[in-house]
C-alpha cells in the first residue's frame, strides 16, 4: 500500500473512531439525561426514535451529496461538528426538545456514516484488497472508549453537559488532525458537479440494495438484542448475579471487535459469500445452543459466537453496496444502512414484545433464525457481472 493511500485509511479510520466514541458516550449518559428530565422508560424511548429517524435522514441526504460532491468534502465538515450536536441534547429542558435535539444530532451522524463508509469503500477499491472490516473494528474500539469516557465523567460528578462538552473539543480536534490526510487520496466525486459522473448516477439503476440492505437488518436485529437483551437474559432467565450477567455483553463486544480485525484476511482468503456464509452458522449455532443448555456459562458462550459471527456481516454488505454500485456507491450504501438501522431499533422491541407472550429465551430464537436468513442468503454478496463490478473477490 502507498504512503498516499496508508494516509487516507489512517485519517478515515480515525473518523470511525470518532463516530463510535461519540454514540458511546451518548450511550453511557443516557440514564443521566433521563434522570435529569425526570422521563418515564417509555417517554424516553420516543426521544430515541427522534434519534433513529435523524440518522435515517441523514443517511439518505449523505448518500446524494456524497455521490455529488465526493465522500471528503461531506465528511470532514459533518466530522467536525458531530459532536457539537450532542450539546443541545444535554441542555434540552423536555421532551420535545431533547427529540428535537436528538433528531438533529441523527441527522449529522447520519451524514458522517455514510460519507465515511463511502470513503472506506474508495480506498478499499484503490487498495485493491478488502480493509472495509478494519474500519469497522476501529468503530467498535471507539464506542467501547466513548463508554469508557461516559462512564469516568459521570463517576467524577461531571454533568452531560460536561461530558459531551469535553467529547465534542476531542471530537472536532481529531477531525481537524485527520482533515490533512484524508486529502491526500484523490476522491472519484472530486469531479466537477454536473459533469457525466453526475448524469451517469442519475441513469444507472442501483443494483441489489434491498437484498443486501435485509443482510444488514438480520445482522443488526442480533447487534441491538445483544447490546438490550443479554444481561437481561443472564441474570432474569438464568438467574446468574448481576455481575457475571454483564459477561455476557462484555463477550459479545469482545468477540465483534476481534473478528472485525480478522475479517480482512478472512475474506481475501475465503472470499466475503464464504465468510458472511460461515458467520452466519457460526452466531446461529452458538447462541442457538446456548439458549438449548440455559446455563450462564453457556449463555457468555454464546453471546460470544453471536458477537463474532457478525462482526463480518455488515462490513461485507457495505462495501458489497458500494462496490457494485460504482457511479452511485453512497447513495447504495444509504439505502442499506437504513434498511440495516430498522433493525437495530425495532429488533431489540420485537424481542421484548415476544418476550411478554413466549418468555424471553423463546423470543432470542429471532436474531438465530435471523443469522440463518444470513447464512443463506449470504449469495446475494456476489458482484454484478459489469465492466469493473469485480474489484475484489467475492466468492
Not at 434498511?339 to 425495532?346: Q, R
Request: glycine share 14%; hydrophobic share 55%; aromatic share 6%.
Amino acid at each position: 500500500m502507498s504512503e498516499t493511500l496508508r494516509r487516507s485509511r489512517i485519517a478515515t479510520a480515525l473518523l470511525f473512531l470518532l463516530y463510535g466514541a461519540l454514540i458511546g458516550t451518548w450511550t453511557a449518559r443516557i440514564p443521566a439525561v433521563k434522570q435529569q428530565l425526570g422521563l418515564s422508560d417509555g417517554r424516553l424511548s420516543i426521544a430515541l426514535v427522534g434519534l433513529a429517524l435523524g440518522a435515517v435522514t441523514g443517511m439518505q441526504l449523505s448518500g446524494r451529496l456524497v455521490d455529488r460532491y465526493g465522500s471528503r468534502r461531506i465528511m470532514i465538515p459533518a466530522a467536525l461538528v458531530d459532536g457539537c450536536f450532542l450539546l443541545p441534547v444535554a441542555a434540552a429542558p423536555s421532551l420535545v426538545t431533547l427529540t428535537a435535539a436528538l433528531f438533529v444530532f441523527g441527522v449529522v451522524h447520519g451524514v458522517l456514516n455514510i460519507a465515511m463508509n463511502a470513503r472506506a469503500v474508495e480506498i478499499e477499491r484503490a487498495a485493491e484488497r478488502p480493509i472495509m472490516s478494519s474500519f469497522h473494528a476501529v468503530y467498535s474500539i471507539g464506542g467501547f472508549l466513548g463508554a469508557v469516557l461516559g462512564g469516568a465523567t459521570a463517576a467524577a460528578g461531571l454533568r452531560p453537559l460536561g461530558t459531551f462538552a469535553v467529547v465534542a473539543v476531542l471530537g472536532a480536534a481529531l477531525a481537524w488532525w485527520s482533515r490533512g490526510w484524508s486529502a491526500a487520496l484523490t476522491d472519484p466525486g472530486d469531479a466537477p458537479a454536473g459533469g457525466a459522473g453526475e448524469a451517469g448516477a442519475r441513469q444507472v439503476p442501483l443494483s441489489g440494495v434491498l437484498m443486501l440492505g435485509t443482510l444488514a437488518l438480520c445482522a443488526l436485529v442480533g447487534e441491538g438484542a445483544a447490546a438490550d437483551w443479554s444481561t437481561v437474559y443472564l441474570r432474569d432467565s438464568l438467574e446468574s448475579t448481576e455481575g457475571f450477567a454483564a459477561a455476557a455483553f462484555a463477550a459479545f463486544f469482545i468477540a465483534m471487535t476481534a473478528g472485525r480485525l480478522t475479517g480482512d484476511r478472512l475474506a481475501a482468503r475465503f472470499g466475503a459469500v464464504r465468510l458472511v456464509r460461515g458467520c452466519g452458522l457460526l452466531a446461529a449455532a452458538g447462541l442457538g445452543t446456548a439458549l438449548l443448555i440455559g446455563q450462564p456459562v453457556a449463555g457468555v458462550i454464546g453471546f460470544g459466537c453471536l458477537g463474532a459471527g457478525l462482526s463480518c456481516v455488515a462490513p461485507q454488505v457495505f462495501s458489497a453496496a458500494g462496490h457494485r454500485n460504482p457511479q452511485r456507491p453512497a447513495q447504495a450504501i444509504a439505502r442499506v444502512a437504513s434498511i440495516g438501522w430498522l433493525g437495530f431499533f425495532a429488533g431489540p422491541v420485537l424481542i421484548g414484545g415476544a418476550a411478554e407472550v413466549f418468555g424471553l429465551p423463546m423470543a432470542l430464537s429471532i436474531p438465530v433464525l435471523l443469522a440463518l436468513l444470513v447464512a443463506v442468503a449470504a449469495g446475494a454478496l456476489r458482484p454484478a457481472r459489469e465492466p469493473g463490478a469485480e474489484i475484489l473477490s467475492r466468492r
